[in-house]
């Protein structure tokens, strides 16, 4: 079985939600930039405090700092052994939490993808049925887009029915003249052939 690992993470600070892994056997925490762990805290000294590895634990101690190390709300004199849940604060304004990080075995073996076989895919749900009364909203009958083309559109009037009843009138007028004039012309001569002596008779 592994040796648990741990971390500190910053709950309040210059950067909330930043994690240091304690991998090192002693670390030093401080504001400068030689420190493993560098706070950049106003509150936070050069060299604040330092983390011993004894065993399994971890062992927090004050470096002398100016606004002093404390764990739970009490200011360390001394050599503090952490516990998981451990709330650390430098100065006023940094706060870290004490934490164990879970360690997965797998997680740096990778394993082959495995087709896993699938059932036929499950039936669709029944429909229930419309309830008493419904009444389906009526579908609209006014085409749209390209439907338009498909429906038989009313024949175009035709501009030519004027001319058409036009020239039947004056075929019909053309006849009555004719014949108006044949009827005459027979009957003259009907009359004369009668009485010869109407005026106008050869």
Same mark, same amino acid.
Request: with cysteine; aromatic share 8%.
């Given at each position: 079985m592994p040796a648990p690992s741990f971390q500190l993470s910053m709950r309040t600070g210059p950067a909330p939600g930043k994690v240091f892994t304690l991998?090192?056997?002693?670390?030093?925490?401080?504001r400068d930039i030689s420190n493993d762990f560098i706070i950049n805290d106003v509150e936070v000294s050069r060299r604040h405090?330092?983390?011993?590895?004894?065993?399994?634990?971890?062992?927090?101690?004050?470096?002398?700092?100016t606004n002093g190390t404390f764990v739970n709300g009490q200011r360390l004199a001394g050599p503090h052994v952490l516990r998981i849940g451990d709330?650390?604060?430098?100065?006023?304004?940094?706060?870290? =939490?004490?934490?164990e990080t879970s360690y997965d075995p797998n997680?740096?073996?990778?394993?082959? *993808?495995?087709?896993? +076989?699938q059932g036929p895919p499950p039936p669709p749900p029944p429909v229930?049925?419309?309830?008493?009364?419904y009444v389906p909203p009526a579908a609209s009958s006014a085409p749209t887009g390209d439907l338009e083309n498909k429906f038989p559109q009313p024949p175009e009037k035709s501009s030519k029915v004027p001319c058409l009843a036009i020239g039947c009138v004056s075929v019909i007028l053309l006849c009555v003249v004719? =014949?108006?004039?044949?009827?005459?012309?027979?009957?003259?001569?009907?009359?004369?052939?009668? *009485?010869?002596?109407? +005026?106008?008779?050869?």
């Open positions: 991998e090192q056997d002693e670390i030093i925490i401080g405090a330092r983390l011993t590895r004894q065993g399994t634990q971890f062992v927090l101690e004050d470096l002398g700092s709330v650390i604060l430098l100065g006023e304004n940094v706060t870290l =939490v004490f934490e997680a740096t073996v990778a394993s082959p *993808a495995v087709a896993v +076989p229930s049925p419309p309830p008493q009364g004719v =014949v108006g004039a044949l009827w005459y012309i027979d009957s003259h001569y009907l009359w004369c052939t009668v *009485a010869p002596f109407i +005026p106008g008779c050869p």
